[in-house]
Each structure stands twice: as structure tokens, then as C-alpha cells.
């Protein structure tokens, strides 16, 4: 129950296309949702990040969709770029008394 | 220096060697953690520092050690190692409370290699 699941583990996308992550999860009290990004080399970095009431939340061509009933969320890379080449890694906690729950990741390769 | 530093970046040991992780952040925040990354897993939460006090420790094996001795400065004793523990130890920090809300900056982690 304290499981986010997170797909698919490697995606390739040509640049210009959209980029799509999902992940699903179990614990309906979870209720903050960020998604984070990690360059080769570097640490993870938030990108961007949703509660439950809203459906939708886009910051320039990033994009988190939530669907609260099937318990999904996923985040959409539009016009990809292969400046977007990185780990993303979504989470999920229940409330700010407790630490983050991490996907797996999905290593994404934006091709030229 | 800004933001979240460690070191050394990269560490071979082995599994009879004592070392230490350095963790050090310039953000004035609160909290400090430790995770570690390995391939195709999930980001494992090891400690959770709070104005220097330990708040979580996840069933983390004893031969990890951690040390908070300000709110800038964290560090990861490592002693007695096993091969599976080679991975990417991350550091991060938050504002405060340590909570899930807050977002997390990360160090760039240190790749270790326990032979």
C-alpha cells in the first residue's frame, strides 16, 4: 500500500514528440504528488508537483495529469527536447508528517 | 560553494575499511537526509536530521553511522560494508520539519564501491 508504482522503467522519444510517465498508487491518504528530475551526475531536482484537488497542473511544457478515482498520475513533456534527457522520478506522501514514497524511475532519451 | 555539496564523489573500499561521507549544505535550511539510489529501485530514505536531531532511521543497518553536528554539516560513517552496498548515496536538505511537503534539494551523491 505504501508502493508507488512508476512506468516505463526507459522511454525514447524523438524531439518534438510528448513525453509520457505514469505512475499509480495504492494508499488513498496519499495527497502530494511531486515529480522530480535527475541529470547524469547530478542529484534530483523537484520539476513539479500536485495535490489531489486539482486534475491538471502545467508549468511551461511540463504537465502533471491526476486521476484521484483510478489513483494515476502522470506527468507530459511536450515539444521534447533533448535537453529533457534525464531520470524522472515521481512520489507521493500522505501528509507532510511523512517522507516521501519514490517511484523507480523511468530513464527518458529525447532523440535528435 | 552553493547549494548541496558532498564528498568525496566517488569511493572504492573494502568490505574491512572504515570511511565517511561528507555531506555539507549553503541553503541555511533545517533538515538533512540520506538516501540511497540503486539502479532501478526506488530512492531509499536511510536517516532524517531535524535542527540536528535524528527523526527517522529506516531499519538502516548498523554499519551505516550518522553524524549531524550542526544544521550545515552531515555525514555518513560507513564501517564493515558489504558488496550490496555499493550504490549512490545522496544527500538533500529541506527548509525545515523535515516534511514531505517541503521540497528537497540534493547533493550530486557519492558513488560507492565496496569490494
Known amino acids: 500500500q505504501q508502493q508507488v508504482k512508476q512506468s516505463p522503467q526507459s522511454l525514447i522519444v524523438q524531439k518534438g514528440g510528448i513525453s509520457i510517465i505514469n505512475c499509480a498508487y495504492e494508499?488513498?491518504?496519499?495527497?502530494?504528488f511531486p515529480w522530480y528530475q535527475q541529470f547524469p551526475g547530478k542529484g534530483p531536482a523537484l520539476l513539479i508537483a500536485i495535490r489531489p484537488d486539482v486534475s491538471e497542473k502545467k508549468e511551461g511544457r511540463f504537465t502533471i495529469s491526476f486521476n484521484k478515482s483510478a489513483k494515476q498520475f502522470s506527468l507530459h513533456i511536450m515539444d521534447s527536447q533533448p535537453g529533457d534527457s534525464a531520470t524522472y522520478f515521481c512520489?507521493?506522501?500522505?501528509?507532510?508528517?511523512?517522507?516521501?514514497?519514490w517511484g523507480a524511475g523511468t530513464k527518458l532519451i529525447i532523440k535528435p | 560553494e552553493t547549494g548541496v555539496t558532498q564528498t568525496p564523489r566517488h569511493l572504492v573500499m573494502g568490505m574491512t575499511n572504515k570511511k565517511s561521507l561528507k555531506c555539507e549544505q549553503h541553503l541555511g535550511h533545517n533538515a538533512m537526509y540520506w538516501y540511497k539510489q540503486s539502479a532501478k529501485k526506488p530512492l531509499e530514505l536511510m536517516f532524517v536530521?531535524?535542527?540536528?536531531?535524528?527523526?527517522e532511521n529506516n531499519s538502516v543497518p548498523s554499519r551505516f553511522s550518522p553524524e549531524c553536528p550542526n544544521s550545515s554539516h552531515l555525514f555518513l560513517h560507513l564501517h564493515t560494508l558489504q558488496p550490496e552496498d555499493s550504490a549512490l548515496y545522496l544527500c538533500a536538505s529541506s527548509q525545515e520539519g523535515g516534511g514531505a511537503r517541503e521540497t528537497q534539494y540534493f547533493g550530486p551523491g557519492t558513488r560507492l564501491l565496496v569490494l
Open positions: 494508499n488513498t491518504a496519499f495527497d502530494y
Open positions: 536530521y531535524n535542527f540536528k536531531e535524528q527523526t
Open positions: 512520489a507521493a506522501s500522505p501528509d507532510s508528517n511523512y517522507q516521501l514514497i
